[in-house]
């Protein structure tokens, strides 16, 4: 499938306009619910106008106390320098403002400092502050979710002329939706006034067999309608930050990463009634877990740190074991070994299992893109196929693995055919994030990709549109970045400036990607039709849009959340603050993945969740037509811990564990003890 979307790439084809086009889940976000007119026949009513006033921005001037700054990391940092050499041309005293630039005549940034951070202590944090810390404007360290410690600048572009933003609700997008790929459309019994049956009243007449030709369109109609709420139903609460957590293909299974260096497990056959299944350990990892994925038979896991080592752990709670570590250096500076451990010092952030399960592939701090072979025991292929960190690599064909997606901090994402690579160049190339890719995620057909960008953008591709490779090479992605540091910059929208070669198809904005690699994905096609795009945001929130770019409905993790456990300071001393600034230590919640339960109305989302942004927190949210309670037991908004325990202690007062004087603790550098065997201790070090 893969290949034929190849080799319609030349013909440009285009999706033809479906007249009938309608917008289905329409969500008011200033409202934040569903807008639910009574009326006496069952029915709903939508208004005939396709404007998007629902659509919620973020505003730029918001309180100190949310924008997401860092603590600079001081503690444990021994050895550590900055120094900062001035070019001769510049003048004055360089200020602590991310807003504010220099420019020379011709209208080029020019550059401001250099820095080098050389960390004794961690040779792969020192390489990696080189790669990831934007040299200039704010001498600011900040503790990054990799570990990593930079200065950074910002560079201002040219404005263009035309409109700013792509247009709400996207045309392009209204005939995705028209096609049948993505879910299916409303069908009207009153054109006019666009009345559409309630859940009740299509249960009923299901039941009582009216519209039978209809029944499966019908079936779907309803399960695409059913989206998740705020209220959770369950909240699992760790004592680090939890960077992400999946369902399995088939919904029975689920994993989450955390920042303690351990992989919870548990069995979700009943999504409504998770049980607590294993744990296992990265023995050797740095900073955190970056990526984790499930073979396709569920009986394996693959998880990966900042380091050249994949840990492959089996999913039988009967194997205790520690785990196989598979070595993607061997293909590094021709198979050469060094660093700490033994193991080379490039860290791995994104790791997928081919559909049939034999290989992984890795996107890696060497800007490069691996293949490792399983049964070999052995990288098969390395890709050194970018200028930046590679955040994100995916199979684009579940059923072939010839075909590879890489996002880079270089702005661009490049498919990759396995086939045809005996120039070692890409087969084509999507461009348009004017910003580093934080995800890549492959709807499995071998056509479309989903990705999200630190322009505060999520992007839609189609594999028939993207750029030739000779056209890619012929422009410099540099030209259209301002080097924004999402970690600890304020994004304005005063800054976004529109790709001028963007070949995306569809343009989502409502969410923030700052602070960390927040990822974004497709819904699945069982539980919801395959209507919808979501991604995690770092206001605390899961934001799922339409494909036509509007928004369908907002999670508020935040808000369930809230207060949810009391402070502890053991846990508080690992905070993510920028010293000095308002409101120190309140509650904050970052949601860094989400995934949908593939069978059910259920989302599940793993986030930055605490005071502080000290802790983590696996929420899960189903539909429940609006109600605040449930009848039924558990009640909904149960506290648990990592094992799914009661524990008394998350429901004691929130305050009732720190001294209003209690001193600020700053976050240090974080890497792995080596624990014990069959050791579990979840206490965060």
């Not at 930046?388 to 490049?414: M, Q, R, W």
């Not at 960008?453 to 422009?475: F, I």
């Not at 928004?551 to 993790?557: S, T």
């Amino acid at each position: 499938m893969a290949s034929d979307a190849l080799e319609e790439t030349a013909a440009r084809r285009t999706e033809s306009p479906d007249p009938s086009s309608h917008s289905l889940n329409s969500y008011d976000a200033a409202e934040e619910d569903w807008v639910d007119e009574e009326d006496d026949d069952g029915m709903d009513y939508e208004p005939t106008t396709d404007d998007s006033e629902g659509i919620e921005f973020f505003d730029t001037t918001e309180d100190d106390g949310e924008d997401g700054e860092y603590q600079d990391a001081n503690d444990g940092l021994s050895g550590v320098e900055i120094e900062f050499s001035m070019d001769d041309n510049e003048s004055g005293t360089q200020q602590d403002d991310p807003g504010e630039e220099t420019e020379t005549g011709s209208g080029q940034a020019q550059p401001a400092a250099t820095a080098r951070a050389p960390i004794q202590r961690h040779a792969g944090l020192q390489r990696l502050f080189a790669n990831h810390g934007a040299p200039g404007v704010q001498a600011i360290l900040t503790d990054d979710d990799d570990g990593t410690f930079g200065v950074g600048r910002r560079r201002r572009r040219r404005r263009t002329s035309g409109p700013k933003f792509p247009k709400v609700p996207s045309e392009q997008g209204k005939k995705l939706m028209n096609s049948g790929t993505f879910g299916s459309n409303e069908y009207y019994r009153d054109l006019l006034k666009k009345r559409k049956p309630r859940l009740a009243m299509r249960l009923m007449q299901r039941e009582l067999g009216i519209d039978d030709a209809r029944s499966k369109r019908t079936n779907r109609l309803m399960s695409q309608a059913l989206i998740p709420s705020s209220t959770a139903d369950s909240i699992i609460h760790y004592n680090s930050r939890c960077y992400s957590g999946q369902f399995s293909d088939d919904g029975n299974f689920f994993f989450s990463c955390a920042q303690d260096f351990k992989v919870r497990m548990y069995d979700t056959s009943n999504p409504y009634k998770w049980k607590y299944y294993k744990t296992v350990n990265f023995p050797y990892g740095q900073w955190t877990i970056t990526d984790a994925t499930l073979s396709p038979d569920n009986k394996f896991l693959a998880y990966s740190s900042i380091r050249s080592v994949v840990c492959l752990a089996p999913t039988d709670p009967g194997e205790s074991g520690e785990p196989w570590m598979l070595d993607f250096a061997t293909m590094h500076e021709g198979g050469r070994r060094h660093g700490w451990n033994g193991y080379s010092d490039f860290g791995i952030w994104s790791i997928r299992f081919s559909g049939d399960g034999r290989e992984i592939v890795a996107g890696t701090s060497d800007h490069s893109v691996y293949v490792y072979d399983i049964e070999s025991r052995k990288s098969i292929l390395r890709i050194p196929g970018h200028t930046e960190d590679v955040n994100a690599v995916c199979f684009g064909d579940t059923s072939s693995p010839h075909i590879l997606y890489s996002g880079s901090d270089d702005t661009l994402i490049k498919v990759w055919d396995r086939r045809s690579m005996g120039d070692s160049r890409e087969a084509g190339v999507f461009m348009g994030h004017t910003e580093g890719l934080t995800y890549v995620d492959s709807k499995g057909d071998g056509r479309y990709v989903l990705s999200n960008g630190k322009d505060q953008t999520m992007k839609l591709w189609d594999l028939r549109k993207m750029m030739p490779t000779e056209k890619a090479s012929r422009l410099d992605p540099r030209t259209f970045t301002t080097g924004f540091d999402y970690r600890f910059m304020v994004f304005s929208e005063d800054d976004y400036q529109p790709h001028p070669h963007d070949c995306s198809l569809v343009t989502f904005r409502a969410h923030r990607v700052l602070k960390t690699l927040i990822r974004c994905h497709f819904s699945p096609p069982g539980s919801t039709n395959s209507r919808y795009v979501y991604s995690g945001s770092a206001d605390g929130s899961i934001y799922i849009y339409n494909m036509d770019a509007t928004l369908a409905g907002k999670v508020d993790v935040r808000q369930a959340t809230i207060h949810s456990r009391p402070r502890d300071p053991d846990l508080y001393s690992s905070t993510y603050e920028m010293p000095g600034r308002r409101n120190q230590g309140a509650w904050e919640t970052c949601v860094r993945d989400a995934s949908w339960h593939p069978n059910a109305p259920v989302i599940a989302a793993t986030s930055w969740n605490g005071w502080g942004l000290s802790t983590g927190t696996c929420t899960l949210h189903s539909w429940n037509d609006g109600a605040e309670d449930d009848e039924g037991e558990p009640k909904m908004g149960t506290r648990v811990d990592q094992k799914l325990d009661h524990d008394e202690d998350l429901y004691d007062d929130p305050r009732s564990r720190i001294s209003r004087g209690a001193a600020h603790h700053r976050s240090r550098p974080r890497s792995q003890r080596v624990p014990a065997a069959g050791d579990d201790d979840e206490e965060d070090w």
